[in-house]
Nanobody
Framework: VQLQASGGGLVQAGGSLRLSCAAS????????IGWFRQPPGKKREVVGC????????TNADSVEGRFTMPRDNAKNTAYLQMDNLKPDDTAIYFC?????????????????WGQGTQVTVSS
């Protein structure tokens, strides 16, 4: 099983980026996807989780209204669409997958992790 995260880069505040999480070895239809990030010098934190069908979503308060988590199960790929980026969004971003639903959107429930992609937002 592999999750390949990509799409990070350098962007100015107010800009947008779209991260991709391409899965191989699993069928994402049956997997909850989680997005997490680790700011410089800080612990990894949750960005949000989305169910396999896309019907259940939870977002961290800090990204509510700015980030969405579309997914294209036909392409076996999940996305993190980030709009109105702020310098505080600077972090390494990770995607993760868990079979089935989630009792809570936390790191510990996820079985598979991508390698992380750097997002840097300049002021």
């Amino acid at each position: 099983v592999q999750l390949q995260a990509s799409g990070g880069g350098l962007v100015q505040a107010g800009g947008s980026l779209r991260l991709s999480c391409a899965a191989s070895g699993i069928t994402l239809d049956y997997y909850t996807i989680g997005w997490f990030r680790q700011p410089p010098g800080k612990k990894r934190e949750v960005v949000g989780c989305i169910s396999g069908s896309g019907g259940s979503i939870t977002n961290a308060d800090s990204v509510e209204g700015r980030f969405t988590m579309p997914r294209d199960n036909a392409k076996n790929t999940a996305y993190l669409q980030m709009d109105n980026l702020k310098p505080d969004d600077t972090a390494i971003y990770f995607c993760a997958a868990k079979h089935g639903g989630w009792p809570r959107c936390t790191e510990s429930i996820f079985d598979y992790w991508g390698q992380g992609t750097q997002v840097t937002v300049s002021s």
